[in-house]
């Protein structure tokens, strides 16, 4: 909540009258009051203060209350301010300050002086005013519990907190319980409590206030509204995010846009935002409010300055220290002109700005300020508060970067302490301040401590995905996790390396580690959609299918057109859809917290020459003066075998950026022109060879990450044996190794399998098409920009519009082939009948094989937000394979009868009905590929067929030769339906093709990834 208190309502109360000599002027003033002319009577001010001079009475101090009146509805505040001083002088020259109207005008003098940041004017008008009401209304009418209300607000922004409370609790008493007023007051103390730290306290008022509120006022009443916004900012203060974004959005959708309530829920919502990671819809929201801060308040108002200290948090986090900086100096100019340099807002202030000087290193500016925000704190809070605790995190940082890092160490432990005190082990803060504290033990090489501090911080990690994830959409969940969570596994991985020789336990960490958050993002939005069919609510699961709905239609409009307006409001509309269902189905997947699984576990799934091998990639870090990231890519082995006694096997590879660059280039390129390779062993393989051959494994069970997500490693020739990898290891590609240690007997029970192929491109077409000789033709429309939109980047892969998409022969020969090999018939699908709402109304087929084009479009240039949508960036929308009816779509723009476009990206795979489904293999070019996003795999094809629900996937790294293709995928069903394990029989189906295409580039394209 905004640190200032709603503004109070100008009473601007009728004065009484008084029998008397009533002079013209007076008649001209209140004629022109009562017709609202403002404008003129504000201008008798001058001729008002030459009677006055004349007499002391009521009339003239009724007269200064209508021309105070009529300046402050034209915005001028302060000569308002004059005008009601003057009233007030009169009233107390004539003995009236038990009067009705002298209570008026101290109310008004309230509201104004709060409304231009005098606050300690506006407590001690307050203070007057309580003692006027007091006496005149009595203690438990509603005007002096207003003005309760009103003084403990500003006794608050005064920093008089104990005032406050005491004035509040005290007057509480005096109520009658379940009364309106002592719901108002209990809410304000609340609020007060939360305010103050007092985290419990406050929990435990709120929750007794809201059925009082609820029974006197409403459900949509303004106090029920100011209720659930204090209660979100509660929530805010204690870290838990996920409560206080839904508060806030219960109460922005009852408020409406000119309440200021809905400024204050709009302003707090943007800060849960920003604490989930989302910086660009936080920095978004604040650049809106500041705009009609501006416009209704003015630029020197408290709450403009609010929000231009709000907006600066935000840039800070994104690394735009100058526009934070100058933002902040305005915050500071604006409140020292209002309400002076030692308020507790100003210091917050003055913290914010050393931490952006802290953050872009110029700490000598930093140290000073954080120094007197720090005694600030500490004077007028206690040594216990979380504000203190934080300005002494940055203090501490300060110094650290400055050389002083023996001072940094303790500031950085102090606020640990105070944290854990105050908001608890499980606050994002105790993860930060935790995080840099094992930071500074591992640059002092003090490994055994910082491996201890380091495992407190990935606790709160865990807690925070266990207590987050389930109610945010999959795109909030990957803000959050690779802003907020993943850069730290990334440091501590670096720390391991270094320290293994001392403590080499910390390997066994690393292993864990990456076995519980490796695809963390995929696994919860899974939960979300088992958690949706398992409640069995008739309600719940239309309005999921209405939100798969409304994503159809977004992956249509992305197809269709270039413009970005459309398909950015309809995104619009699916978030708010997938929140809900999220939310809905939250409690189902907070029964389900993920278990956490270690190497042990692995190891015990394993038999003797076998091996589980997860591939780590980090990027290196240096914790010197503060910290930071290098360039450096890293990537390294860890290996479990049953031989294994405390903890994994490390295999370093010190050559990450290269792997991912120069010596990818040159496996690309060897495949791609069918050259020998005589480094990509050495590079990607041979270390992990040298400890296979040592430890006589045979059977390797490798998870991929990073560039290993890209390459075939079975492609890969040994140059001292002249085999390939394929024949020297059995190697079993799975998403994850605590597969092993998590699989449980296979219940599924799929349908029927189905087949699907040569699909008829043109449907419009009568004769004999040209079609592609099958020797040398391939599967693929493949790569290009997209910039112009996903038309134009499979247009410029037709053959031209005479020939169009080459028809692919081998894939009818290779479903004619395959499905007389099952036992049960399969569902055949060919021609016009290979489309692709044939496939969105498959239903959990045991098997389902897709033979056709594929595509993978990679970007030409960084796209801008003029030239591209915010769903464009979505990866699912890169991928994706051609149907029947596609090349119409790809000439005229316009859908098929079946209201399809005859492209099936991976966005819209992930609808698809698999549950069931045991495996798919999709026989086409790169259906492999994708966006690789650390941690998480392949952003494709890959992802959006495993979250459809399917156990094991075939899919392809680069473009399959038509012929080669489809006699792999006769080799591999005969195996299979011969007995074999899928796994098996695709292995023995690669090694029987290459003993007719001896080029990898034929029998090496394809890989099988599953449990």
Known sequence: MKCFPCLLALLLIGVTSYTQDIPKLYLDIESNFNSENYEACSKMEKALAELALQRNDTLVANGYYYIGFANSMLGKTEKAISQFEKEKSIRESLGLQSSEDYGNVLSNLVGLYFEIGNNE???????????????????????????????????RDVDKLKEAQTLLESNIKQQEK????????????????????????????????????EKQFGLNSPEYLDALVITGTHYVRQGKYPEAEETFDQALDLLKPEEETYMSALNDQALVYRSLGQ?????????????????????????????????????????????????????????????????????????LLARVYQSAGQVEKAIPLLEQSSTIFKTKLGDKDPDYAWALFNLGMANWKAGKGSVGIKQLKTAASIITASLGKNHQRYAETSQKIAEYQWLQKQNKEAQQTFGEVFNNYYNQIDVTF??????????????????????????????????????????????????????????????????NDPSLMTQFEEWQGIKEQIAKLYGQRDESQSIDSLVNVANIYEKELTRKSSAFASQYIRKKYSWLDVQKALKPNEAAVEVIRFTNYNPENGGAFTNEIRYAFLVVTTQTKTQPDIILLNNGNELESKFMNFYRNSIRFQQEDPYSYKNYFES????????????????????????NLNSIRNPFTQKYILDEYDVHLLNNTRELASNM???????????????????????????????????????????????????????????????????EKEINEISV??????????????????????????????????????????????????????????????????ENFLLTGNLNESGDDGILTAYEAMNLNLDDTDLVVLSACETGLGQVKNGEGVYGLQRAFRLAGTKNIVMSLWSVDDEATQELMSLFYKEMLGGKTQHEAFRVAQQQLKLKFKQPFYWGAFIMVGE
């Open 121 to 155: 004017k506006a407590a001690s008008m307050a203070y007057q005013l309580l003692e006027n009401d007091k006496k005149n209304y009595g203690i438990t009418s509603d005007v002096y519990v207003q003005t309760v209300l009103n003084t403990a607000s500003v006794l």
């Open 279 to 351: 910086l660009e819809k936080a920095e978004k929201i604040f650049t809106e409010i500041k705009v009609m801060d501006s416009a209704t308040l003015g630029t020197t108002h408290p709450y403009y300055a609010i929000t231009l200290s709000n907006l600066a948090l935000i840039q800070t986090d994104a690394g735009k220290y100058k526009e934070a900086e100058n933002n902040l100096l305005k915050t500071l100019a604006i409140q020292k002109a209002n309400g002076g340099t030692k308020s507790l807002t100003y210091t917050r202030t003055q913290t």
């Open 821 to 886: 090999l099952f036992q049960d018939k399969p569902h055949v699908f060919m021609e016009s009948q290979a489309a692709e709402h044939t496939i969105k109304e498959v239903n959990n087929p045991r098997v389902l094989h897709i033979a056709t084009h594929g595509y993978f479009l990679e970007d030409e240039a960084p796209a801008t937000e003029a030239t591209q949508s915010q769903y464009v960036a979505n990866p699912l929308l890169k991928a994706g394979l051609i149907l029947a009816g596609a």
């Open 470 to 535: 389930p109610v945010l959409t999959e795109e909030e969940k990957a803000k959050f996790y690779y802003n907020k969570i993943r850069p730290s596994f990334d440091k501590f991985n670096a720390f391991a390396v270094q320290s293994k020789e001392e403590i080499p336990s910390v390997l066994a960490e690393v292993y864990d580690h990456q076995i519980n958050t490796k695809a963390v993002i995929m696994l919860s939005t899974e939960k979300v959609k088992q958690g949706i069919k398992s409640m």
């Open 178 to 213: 379940s009364s309106a007023n002592y719901a108002l007051l209990l809410l304000k103390l609340g609020d007060l409590y939360s305010y103050a730290g007092l985290y419990s306290k406050a929990g435990k008022t709120l929750s007794e206030v809201f059925p009082i509120i």
């Open 688 to 711: 992990l060879a040298d400890y296979l051959q040592k430890n006589k494994i045979q059977k390797v069970y490798l998870s991929s990450e990073g560039v290993y997500n890209q390459i």
């Open 745 to 811: 007997p296979d219940k599924r029970v799929g349908q029927a399998p189905v087949l699907l192929g040569f699909p008829k491109f043109n449907l419009e077409e009568t004769g004999n098409k040209k079609v592609a000789e099958t020797r040398g033709a391939t599967r693929s429309i493949t790569r290009g920009g997209i910039t112009r939109g996903f038309r134009g980047g499979l247009l410029r892969y037709m053959r031209g519009e005479e020939d169009g998409i080459s028809v692919l022969p081998g894939t």
